[in-house]
């Protein structure tokens, strides 16, 4: 834990002592808000529903950009080889790193907790899909985050690692798409594995464990690939 510790706050300082976080959390913000105002303003609705359907599309492409420096550019400037070298495990590493990410992600979200408070002044607001909806972007983020550093983990670009990534994310989202041209008995299986149908039943304000699960298997997975591969190209 005390390796985590440090690689930890060695990222994320990096996020934040460059433009990165600022640049991200600004332009996230300036996404969601815009979305949230065109509901409000146009449709004379106050409610987080377009918000909360809004945010997995947008970080299809903010999260890859957040995680394609994390193993990418530690290899390209020859600072991995250097930081494999202490007494610090490949699980610490990636662990670390993800962790950091998954910080900066929460920096992004916590600005929008406004909409919430607002929406809650105007009018009468479910906080069941309000709370669903947070714990889903959360979650959804969590895993893409996970793909994303699998994603860095697999070359020393950061150009290919954030495509890499955003293709490996899109597969999952399109494939919420191709539902209707699979065979009826495959149906289920396939919705299962997309992203999207586990945050359409949190969203709703129903906390199944099941969902959780999906969520948290896809990270551990993704994570220990990145592990495997940090580990595959020590050995090199």
Partial sequence: MHNISIIFQRELRAYFDS?????VITVFLGITGYFFTTRFFLVGQADLS???????????????????????EERKTGTM????????????????????????????????LIYAITVSFLGDMDPGPAIGGYIGIIMIGAV???????????????????????????AFLILDWTLML?????????????????????????????DLIYY?????????????????????
Avoid: C
Avoid at 54 to 61: A, C, Q, S, T
């Fill in 81 to 112: 080889e250097l930081l494999v070298t202490m007494p610090i495990t490949d699980a610490s590493i990636i662990i670390g790193k993800y962790l950091a990410s998954v910080a900066l992600l929460a920096a992004m979200i916590l600005p929008t």
């Fill in 182 to 210: 699979l065979p009826a008995w495959l149906v289920s299986i396939a919705e299962y594995i997309t992203i999207q149908y586990h945050f359409q039943n949190i969203s709703r304000g129903v906390i199944d464990t099941r």
């Fill in 216 to 236: 948290l298997t896809l990270i551990v997975i993704a994570l220990f690939m990145a592990t495997r591969m940090l580990a595959a190209r020590r050995k090199r």
């Fill in 144 to 170: 893409y985050l996970a793909i994303g550093t699998f994603g860095s983990s697999l070359t020393e670009n950061q150009v290919v690692a954030f495509i890499v990534s955003l293709l490996i994310l899109a």
């Fill in 19 to 23: 433009l990165i976080a600022y640049v």
């Fill in 50 to 72: 377009l918000v909360f359907g809004v945010i997995p599309w947008v970080f299809l492409f903010f999260t890859p950009a957040i995680t394609m420096r994390l193993i990418s």
